[in-house]
């Protein structure tokens, strides 16, 4: 699905501003259920109420890997610099990288655990001011700022609710970048090669002395490189398992397991319980079935 087939989709036109550079892009997809999703040849999972937030004018094009899901899609251009600018990034730096890469290359952050309705309130607001006459300066004034107390709402408590094993951060200058970015980044490419991954190779993508990309990722994220890397498999299998009805045999070969034992054992030392029965605990397709 091309983005002018999204349901739901609204976006504002303000091309006629005189001054482009003072716009950015931001898009928001939002799932009203459990989706599959390819979203720019990333495979992402989403459960109700996650967000993707997208920080491009590029052609998006989702396509859905499962049963029919409902997912609504607002597409906003807003001004910069506004009033909004230093409430908009908050104190989450990641968030500011995301806004601030440019539109060439495609980055998106993902939302879980919206617990709270504040959130849905908000889009349910965007979308009844992107139902008036936006050339109304007013109605239009009120629509920015409503995008920017929704994203006041997505960076209250965001160390708990942006998935870095599900945002996609592509890139390798991470030498000046803030921590939040560089373990974007890294996670990113980690995900990516999750199942050959090396700290040499690693390391060496990232322009960096084996020993000190080791040091590096200790700092960010408070565990071995090896460690970071068995986190970050079990992640994408409790994903698989409960997302997709993929064998088990095929999830722990996807992953770079070299057998089956040595897949069951890792999964049962991180998340204290087998493959099988975390799928039967937490797939949504056995549920859906009952």
Known sequence: MKEDGFTG????????????????????????GFAE??????????????????????????????????????????????????????????VHDLMNAGEHELRFIVYRHLKNQLTQRYFTLLAEIERQDLSDVFIDYQREMTVGLLMTELL????????????????????????????????????????????????????????????LCRQLFKKSFSEQLTFIRIELAKRMLAFSNKRIEQIAAELGYKNDSSFFAAFKREVATTPNDYREQHGYRAAHDK
């Open 37 to 94: 999703l390819e979203l720019a040849g990333k495979y992402v999972t989403l459960s109700p109420d996650d967000i993707v937030m997208v920080s491009s004018a590029l052609p998006l094009e989702v396509r859905n890997l499962a049963d029919p899901v409902r997912v609504t899609v607002f597409s906003e251009r807003l001004h910069a610099p506004t009033p909004l600018n230093l409430v908009v990034v908050g104190d989450n730096p990641m």
């Open 156 to 215: 209250r408590n965001h160390e708990e609710r942006i998935s870095i094993t599900d945002s996609y951060f592509p890139g390798k200058n991470i030498r000046h970048a803030n921590a939040d970015t560089q373990s974007g980044m890294i996670f990113t490419y980690l995900v990516a090669h999750n199942a050959d991954a090396t700290l040499k190779q690693t390391a060496s993508y990232f322009g960096y002395d084996q020993n000190y990309f080791s040091r």
């Open 9 to 32: 989709l609204v976006e504002n036109d303000l091309t006629h501003t005189k001054n482009k550079r003072s716009i950015f892009h931001i898009r928001f997809i939002v799932s009203h």
